[in-house]
Nanobody
Framework: QVQLVESGGGSVQAGGSLKLSCVGS????????MAWHRQAPGKERELVSG???????TYIDSVKGRFAVSRDNGKNTLYLQMNSLKTEDTAVYSC???????????WGQGTQVTVSS
C-alpha cells in the first residue's frame, strides 16, 4: 500500500521559515519524480516545485530563491525548505509521487501552512 505522509506545516509570521517533509512508502521512492503542490482557499491547486530521480529541480517563479526542494532516497523522504515566507504562501501543501506526465499517481493528504502578516 502506497503512503505519502507530510509533516512540518504550521503557522508562521511573514519572513519566517518552515521545512516540510514527506515520507513515502510502498513504492520505489528513489526511481520516482516527486513534487510539492499547494492549494489556497478559493484557488486552484498549483505545482510549487518538482524534483526528478536524478535530482533535477524546478520551481514556480513566485518561490524561486525562497524555497528549496530536496530528497533523501535513503530515508524515502522529500523536503521543502521554505524561507522568507509571504502571506500569499498560505495554503495546504501536498506531496505527490511518480508519473508526472499524468499529474502524479500518488498523493499525500497535505499539511497546512499559514503565514500571517
Amino acid at each position: 500500500q502506497v503512503q505519502l505522509v507530510e509533516s512540518g506545516g504550521g503557522s508562521v509570521q511573514a519572513g519566517g521559515s518552515l521545512k516540510l517533509s514527506c515520507v513515502g512508502s510502498g513504492y520505489m521512492f528513489s526511481t520516482c519524480s516527486m513534487a510539492w503542490h499547494r492549494q489556497a482557499p478559493g484557488k486552484e491547486r498549483e505545482l510549487v516545485s518538482g524534483i526528478k530521480s536524478d535530482g533535477t529541480t524546478t520551481y514556480i517563479d513566485s518561490v524561486k530563491g525562497r524555497f528549496a526542494v530536496s530528497r533523501d532516497n535513503g530515508k524515502n523522504t522529500l523536503y521543502l525548505q521554505m524561507n522568507s515566507l509571504k502571506t500569499e504562501d498560505t495554503a495546504v501543501y501536498s506531496c505527490a509521487a511518480c508519473l508526472p506526465t499524468i499529474g502524479y499517481k500518488y498523493w499525500g493528504q497535505g499539511t497546512q501552512v499559514t503565514v500571517s502578516s
